[in-house]
């Protein structure tokens, strides 16, 4: 007997294919990121103009390239010189220590932090993406010694990555920066509402990609990923036994065939299974323990990406979020299932894993940006996968995801 997610059309982890045709094991995201920061175009209509993205400008771009200015002419000319750290530096306190970082932010002689010094310091904190305050520690000397050209640097690598998006951007988008753990709804150029998102483990990347969501699933199930079966599921089903999998809602499938059969956990050598050996194929039912959560917006892709609800909601009070697999966990996917549908996404059918299409499908942006001038002042943003290293001269070193 069949069950109702291999008559479903859609296997989450899967390339998309149609509803005769066999479920491929989904995808590991390390296998098929190749370049980390490379932009892949699901959709080729979303690709920039021909003639390569060097040219390529849009509200993005610009954006960045005036904040690059702006950097450029408040700090590109000051002093580069390097400090000692000796001590922590706070408001009233003298020194030489206190004379060179006047110096080195462009004060008049003297060596007191008198008030003027204190506000200097809190603008480059809060431009550099440091912890908020008007005092010199450790942070903000290494900061100021890795100079101007190192952020000018960085700038330019995320004007880079901004030029892989179209220069005529679709007049409503969802735009998703890893990099901050964000997920932004735009009209035109214009923000109309943001929410927080968790992204992929540093071992397990969220990829940069552009491609068109053209429906929800609602009560859908979850195709666990075979690395996440091997060196997760495998592990406590081995020294939990069956009633893990039971607990977690999981059930087992013989393969990624539409007439995979279902077995019985007990007869599966789960160990032979952790040490690659044996492969099966692992689902977690509908409900409320189900990782996708109530919802998940699919916009069909070679690397299993997707947008989703998360039964785990108290992640989102932490400040990092690195936690998933690859795909983006939403804060409030029912606010943006509303956006996107213009209503709530409502199935009208009591079955599992059931389709709603958009009637239009909507674009959406997956990037990485380390740099990008928030209202509040800040620039530069924790690079949380290692792809921003530079070397001495300031020139980009392109590096691996750290894992």
């Not at 989904?26 to 993205?53: C, F, K, T, W």
């Not at 970082?101 to 002689?109: K, T």
């Amino acid at each position: 007997m069949l069950l109702p997610l291999l008559s479903s059309p859609v296997a989450a982890e899967a390339p998309a294919s149609p509803a005769s045709a066999a479920l491929a094991p989904p995808i590991a995201i390390e296998e098929v990121a190749g370049n980390e920061s490379e932009m892949h175009y699901v959709d080729p209509q979303l690709r920039p103009y021909p003639g390569g993205e060097a040219e390529n400008h849009n509200f993005l771009v610009d954006r960045l390239i005036a904040a690059k200015e702006t950097y450029a002419d408040n700090y590109a000319d000051l002093p580069q010189t390097h400090l000692e750290y000796e001590r922590e530096l706070t408001r009233g306190m003298r020194g030489g220590d206190v004379a060179a970082l006047r110096a080195r932010l462009g004060l008049g002689a003297g060596d007191r932090f008198d008030e003027a010094l204190g506000e200097a310091v809190s603008r480059y904190r809060d431009l550099h993406g440091l912890e908020a305050g008007n005092t010199a520690d450790r942070e903000l000397i290494d900061s100021l010694n890795r100079g101007a050209a190192h952020y000018l640097a960085l700038l330019d690598r995320n004007i880079e990555r901004a030029r892989a998006i179209p220069q005529d951007l679709p007049a409503r988008f969802v735009f998703v920066d890893v990099a901050a753990q964000r997920l932004s709804m735009f009209d035109g150029e214009r923000e109309v509402d943001a929410m927080k998102a968790i992204v992929g483990k540093r071992a397990m990347p969220t990829p940069a990609l552009a491609a068109y969501i053209r429906r929800a699933e609602v009560n859908p199930y979850w195709n666990l990923p075979s690395d996440l079966i091997q060196t997760g599921v495998a592990r406590r089903a081995a020294a939990q036994g069956a009633g893990y999998l039971r607990r977690a809602g999981y059930q087992v499938l013989s393969d990624y065939n539409e007439d995979a059969r279902l077995l019985d956990p007990r007869g599966v050598d789960w160990r032979a299974v952790m040490q690659g050996e044996d492969d099966v194929r692992v689902v977690q039912k509908p409900g409320p323990y189900n990782a996708m959560g109530d919802v998940k917006f699919m916009f069909p892709n070679h690397l299993g990406i997707y947008l989703h609800d998360t039964p785990h909601t108290q992640l989102f009070d932490r400040d990092s979020r690195l936690f998933s697999a690859g795909c983006v966990r939403l804060e409030d996917a029912a606010r943006l299932g509303r956006w996107l549908f213009g209503s709530d996404v409502v199935s009208s059918s009591e079955d599992p894993a059931h389709e709603v299409p958009l009637a239009e499908p909507v674009a959406l942006f997956i990037t990485y940006l380390t740099a990008w001038p928030e209202e509040n002042g800040r620039v530069f943003r924790p690079d949380i996968y290692g792809r921003d290293a530079v070397d001495d001269e300031g020139a980009p070193m392109r590096i691996a995801a750290a894992g």
